[in-house]
């Protein structure tokens, strides 16, 4: 970023080299990529385009969606996109801040968040009448802090919202986090979505002493 | 109320170098109580700009003028200041917020209007001289649903269906790491007071801007209250 005398101009960061970095790093053994948006909160390649780049015949591609960047316009046409490409799911996360990346002065969007995007997703597949196999299913990053009245109640809501999966993002232990998913197991509609523990890349591991239901698995992300 | 900052001396001087009368206008209301626009700090203020004109070789009359509520036409009117059609001054320097400030050109016509404060939000005093943002003016207000606290002015990512998980491991936000993320504040707020265990599928429902303060006028027309209402 350049100030001058008053004027600010804005100089846009070059490109970081990271789809080479990513693209050497993907695993072709495994069964799903995760395609990150805007890293950093940087103008980047859109995430559609990386994954039609980046990921084999044989793996399927699942983007990230940030609502930072992006109003029920912009998220439902990248819904549209993705489905016409065949992407398989889609996660909706808030994103890093505008104020943490390379434009602090840009401002950020937030529209909906994530929750109210998986929503008004659902209903927009709905209208669209566009439910068929090919859809993109819809996840959810959210955040697990505790277990309590209000965690549940948090969860009733976004059962309710309708998405497909939930990416959790969890600061409890192995121990509280399996406590925290039998109390869920009590919340309507928990069970038909399928858990994606957020876990520190390569250390998935290390954690299999968790008692793991048979819809959770982990996803190792990095935002 | 509404909180406001005064502009950097240097961008205030450029702005009135030009001019040889300058009203300065205050307002005793908010931006007084947030201690910018009243009469005592409006002449701090002008002590310093004109120190900086003279270091400039440049004077500037200034006479001073104020309202007790800057936003209201029939309040400025009455200062009597403006309402005898002549250009006694050739520019106004306002001390009062964006909505004062565009209520003094209204009524001064020709006149141009400086802002000398720069509008900040609409916040609440927390401690002396400190005051922190409440309100964006939404116009669908829920903060029944979250523990009496607005997200959409005190989450950085208007986050409505709990923390967003960028928060720190000790449960503070990001982005103002020396923040509690108000999420933890809201939970402790929820667990203690049964009043809010209402229902919340509000909060996963999409939200109207069209009504909220910003993107274009938004009116709100009472003027057939006293029709239905009368006194009797």
Redesign the interface.
Request: aromatic letters at 14%.
């Given at each position: 970023m350049l100030k001058q005398s008053g004027m600010m101009l804005t100089e846009l960061p070059s490109e970081p080299d990271i789809d080479n970095l990513i693209r050497g790093r993907i695993d072709h053994s495994r069964e799903i990529v995760v395609v990150p948006d805007n890293i950093g909160a940087a103008p980047s390649l859109d995430a559609l385009i990386r994954a039609q780049n980046w990921v084999s015949p044989d793996q399927r591609v699942c983007i990230i969606l940030n609502t930072r960047d992006r109003n029920r316009i912009a998220l439902a046409s990248r819904y549209l996109s993705a489905a016409h490409m065949g992407i398989h799911s889609i996660i909706l996360d808030t994103g890093i801040h505008t104020r943490q990346g390379p434009l602090p002065d840009a401002r950020p969007v937030y529209d909906v968040d994530p929750i109210q995007a998986a929503r008004f997703l659902n209903q927009f597949r709905l209208k669209s009448e566009s439910n068929n196999q090919t859809d993109p299913s819809i996840g959810v990053r959210i955040a697990i802090q505790q277990i309590d009245n209000f965690e549940l109640e948090r969860m009733g809501r976004i059962c309710r919202s309708g998405p497909n999966f939930l990416v959790l993002k969890s600061n409890l232990d192995d121990l509280l986090l399996s406590e925290w998913i039998k109390h869920c197991e009590c919340v309507d509609g928990f069970t038909d979505i399928d858990l994606f523990l957020e876990i520190p890349h390569g250390s998935w591991d290390n954690r299999r002493d968790i008692e793991i239901p048979q819809n959770v698995c982990g996803l190792s992300v990095r935002y | 109320m509404i909180v406001a900052t005064v502009k950097p001396l240097t961008e205030l001087l450029n702005l009135i170098i030009s001019f040889k009368k300058v009203l300065v206008f205050g307002c005793d209301s908010c931006v007084t109580i947030g201690r910018v626009g009243g009469e005592a700090s409006i002449r701090a203020t002008l002590t310093a700009l004109e120190l900086g004109l003279a270091q400039q070789g440049k004077t500037v009359s200034f006479s001073f003028a104020k309202s007790i509520r800057q936003c209201e036409p029939e309040l400025v009117e009455l200062t009597g200041v403006l309402t005898d059609g002549s250009r006694r001054y050739d520019a106004i320097l306002c001390f009062g917020c964006s909505v004062g400030a565009q209520t003094l050109s209204h009524t001064a016509h020709n006149i141009p209007v400086i802002p000398a404060l720069n509008t900040r939000f609409m916040g609440a005093p927390l401690a002396t001289g400190v005051w922190e943002n409440r309100c964006i003016g939404c116009g669908d207000c829920f903060i029944h649903l979250t523990g009496g606290i607005c997200v959409l002015s005190r989450c950085?990512?208007?986050?409505?269906?709990?923390?967003?998980?960028?928060?720190t491991?000790d449960?503070h936000c990001?982005?103002n790491p020396e923040e509690q993320c108000i999420?933890?504040l809201i939970?402790s707020r929820?667990?203690s007071k049964s009043t809010l265990?209402t229902d919340?599928?509000k909060?996963?429902?999409?939200?109207d801007?069209s009504i909220s303060s910003s993107g274009g006028v938004t009116k709100i027309d009472d003027s057939n209250y006293h029709e239905g209402h009368s006194e009797e």
């Open positions: - | 950085p990512r208007s986050s409505q269906n709990g923390s967003c998980g960028y928060e491991t449960g990001d982005i999420w933890t939970r929820y667990n265990k919340s599928r909060l996963t429902e999409t939200r801007w």
